[in-house]
């Protein structure tokens, strides 16, 4: 094959060569440039999406935990009024009086039926007895007979209430709701908020305690989480409250605590 030296080809042929590996090397630069600044903006736009969506957990969380908080405070408001009652007073100061425990009784079941949040609402006196106590069984308030009545006095609730001051209220941790020892089956969320009574020489008479329905709590939650979104409630332990998957929930109660800290150690 015959190739002709460069000096014999046409002047535009040798100029076209002369100018190739310039040309490829602006095009190099070109697409690079071009790559960078869509890459630039994908960044950018990821960083402003990232920006949004926490801003936008933040206003979530915030706006969860302040109805949360809403309506436990609706609670603390019903337990002090409660507390103040002659009903709940004169039962405290005379515990088996018959007029007053059938008084105190109606009253706690009234509350019970009329609220539907309320799983129990009990007098409790000095010695960790439930004295009176209101059930509330398929939306039926009821009240529990003198004989199923049991001794709470080794319960964590009974013992810190004991240790207040009037006028102050405790409120539990939100765990699952124990009847004699064993975790109540099918699991039933609770919160406690718990007052002590006094008599007017400022003897301790027991306490008042109210179990919230732990339910009510979780779905005002869920209703205000987007639905696309898994959104997590953990205890201050770093246990499952309510998770995306329902097995991982209330494991500490199960001798399985902490698990979201260990699963996700980084977080």
């Known amino acids: 094959m015959l190739r002709w030296p460069s000096s014999l080809l046409p002047p535009s042929r040798t100029a076209c060569l002369r100018w190739l590996p310039a040309a490829a090397v602006f095009s190099f630069l070109a697409i690079l440039c071009f790559t960078l600044v869509v890459l630039g903006t994908l960044s950018l736009q990821a960083q402003q999406l990232r920006s949004t969506l926490r801003t936008q957990d933040v206003a979530l969380v915030d706006s ?3 109805l949360l908080s809403q309506r436990l405070q609706e609670v603390h408001i019903d337990l002090r009024t409660w507390a103040h009652t002659a009903l709940i007073q004169r039962v405290a100061a005379e515990p088996h009086n018959p007029r007053a425990r059938a008084d105190a009784a109606r009253f706690m079941r009234n509350v019970g039926q009329e609220a539907q949040i309320y799983d129990q609402l009990r007098f409790i006196d000095v010695k960790g007895m439930e004295q009176i106590r209101m059930d509330l069984q398929q939306r039926q308030a009821t009240i529990v ?3 199923s009545l049991q001794d709470k006095s080794g319960r964590y609730f009974f013992q810190e ?7 102050e209220i405790y409120m539990s941790p939100l765990d699952l709701n ?3 020892g064993q975790v109540e089956q099918p699991l039933k969320p609770m919160v406690r908020l718990a007052t002590p009574l006094f008599d007017a020489d400022g003897r301790r008479l027991g306490i008042l305690i ?6 009510w709590l ?5 209703q205000m989480m987007p639905p ?5 409630w953990l205890n201050a332990q770093g246990d499952w409250l309510v998770a995306p998957d329902s097995a991982l929930a209330w494991g500490f109660m199960f001798g399985r605590p902490g698990a979201f800290t260990q699963s996700h150690p980084l977080l």
């Open 210 to 215: 109210v179990n919230v329905l732990g339910e």
């Open 161 to 167: 209430a004991m240790r207040l001051q009037a006028g």
């Open 218 to 222: 979780i779905q005002e939650f869920r």
């Open 145 to 147: 007979p003198d004989p």
């Open 228 to 232: 696309h979104r898994d959104a997590v």
């Open 178 to 180: 124990v009847e004699h």
């Open 64 to 66: 969860a935990s302040r």
